[in-house]
């Protein structure tokens, strides 16, 4: 594949002394607007999880209901990661195209609409039909929250910026078991979807309303608005989708999802029913072993993000930073691997805790690394072929992993296998992509 090649900057870096001298001078306090448009973030990614959630914590108690086979639920599962894998193939293009004010809000009207659809479905199929559509609108969350995070931090702050946002997914996921089987059991299974989906509407009125980029916000001050544009100036030629084949890079983004991804797909829609099987859970019984699995997802999606800035603190480069934090989580997530020879309940949701922490972890780094090594510009559309890779390994997992348990009734190969994942995917990403070459298009 091509070395990227590149092309003179359309303006200069602007001199970090000079920086320092213009914020001396400002007169202007320092606002901290770029941590708001984060926190919006954050609120739209606990959303997020807890309309994808909502299935698979009701999963044995509609497997009861409904009558659908493990193979069936498999099936349910591949529909919304199907979708998700398609709708990441155009969401980035188009959010690069509309811009995130307007992309994002589309993307999460849609999921909306879609999780409170699921309160009218009756059978596996429409099942099936209601998660496609769900997919489909979820897939422009994560291109349109990295972009938004591109264009509102300097590099040195994206990767805790989405380790704080990201940590929304587990908030979410924690939310769930503490509101679902209180509504379930007062109210009805299908009041579940439908409460859960009417979060977005306050969200999306506030996002509409008040979201604007840096430059055209009137809470941004002039010290902020330098301090986010404080790294060397983007080269804004635009690399056309079709581009993003021939770059190591685009490649490295997307085996690393490929292989990645599918562990927390697989925890998200799985877990319920793994506590369900081997420990004989209810529904009202599962709210505590998710919640601990998922508070400890939260903590190690802000860690993950905090401890690339302190290597870098200490004198690393970023990309060294970024590698070390990584390797880190990839090693914590390996003690999975033993859960075939784990026989208490709460020795298993400690592994499985750890795990979950450093997978988010992993994620606030490799979504990160897309920004190192891309201009702003095609963040978008990076991050969406990326998360495709995710979708697409999600989606064999998904369809592989109702196989082994319709065949085996065991969960402990599938543990084997994730526990390795991360490991191989690291040594691919270091093989592919050596130092972090910023692709430029031609």
């Excluded at 369900?276 to 999606?301: E, F, M, N």
Aim: net charge positive.
């Amino acid at each position: 594949m091509p070395e990227p090649v590149t092309p003179e900057p359309i303006m200069p870096a602007e001199p970090a002394t000079s920086i320092r001298e213009r914020l001396f001078l400002a007169n202007e306090k320092m606002t901290s607007i770029r941590w708001r448009i984060c926190a919006l973030l954050f609120f739209a990614n606990t959303i997020n999880y807890m309309d994808r959630q909502v299935l698979s914590f009701l999963a044995p108690l509609l497997q009861t209901k409904i009558g659908w086979t493990e193979l069936q639920y498999g099936y349910i599962v591949v529909a919304f990661q199907a979708a998700y894998a398609i709708g990441l193939l155009v969401a980035g293009g188009i959010i690069d195209k509309i811009g995130v004010r307007l992309g994002y809000a589309l993307a999460i009207g849609l999921w909306s609409l879609s999780a409170i659809s699921h309160a009218f479905a009756r059978t596996a199929l429409t099942f099936g039909i209601c998660r496609f559509f769900l997919g489909l609108g979820e897939s422009g969350n994560f291109p349109a929250a990295i972009k938004t995070v591109a264009e509102w931090f300097p590099k040195r702050e994206r990767a805790l910026a989405t380790g704080l946002f990201n940590s929304g997914t587990s908030v979410g996921a924690i939310l769930v078991p503490l509101t679902v089987p209180w509504v379930a059991t007062h109210l009805g299974w299908q009041w579940a979807f439908v409460f859960t989906g009417c979060f977005s509407s306050i969200w999306l009125i506030v996002w509409y309303t008040t979201y604007r980029s840096p430059a055209d916000h009137s809470g941004c001050s002039e010290p902020e608005l330098l301090h986010i544009r404080s790294d060397a100036a983007d080269v804004l030629t635009k690399v056309p989708w079709r581009r993003l084949l021939v770059y190591r890079q685009s490649w490295a983004l997307l085996i690393g999802k490929g292989l990645t991804d599918p562990v927390w797909w697989f925890l998200l829609f799985w877990l319920p029913k793994y506590f369900a099987a081997d420990y004989g859970l209810k529904v009202t019984g599962l709210a505590a072993p998710i919640i601990v699995i998922y508070v400890a997802a939260c903590i190690g999606s802000v860690f993950g993000g905090w401890l690339p800035a302190q290597f870098i603190r200490v004198g690393m480069s970023i990309k060294a930073a970024r590698r070390f934090a990584m390797l880190a989580c990839a090693l914590c997530v390996t003690p999975i691997t033993c859960i075939g020879i784990i026989h208490t309940l709460w020795m298993a949701i400690a592994v499985i805790s750890l795990a979950a922490a450093a997978h988010q972890g992993w994620s606030a780094n490799i979504y990160t690394l897309a920004s190192d090594m891309f201009p702003k510009s095609f963040i978008g559309s990076v991050t969406g072929f990326a998360g495709f890779g995710g979708a697409v390994g999600g989606m064999l997992a998904a369809w592989i992993v109702g196989l082994v348990l319709q065949k085996t009734h065991s969960y402990s190969a599938i543990f084997l296998v994730a526990g390795t994942a991360y490991l191989v995917a690291l040594a691919i990403i270091q093989l592919l992509v050596p130092r972090n070459d910023l692709v430029t298009g031609s």
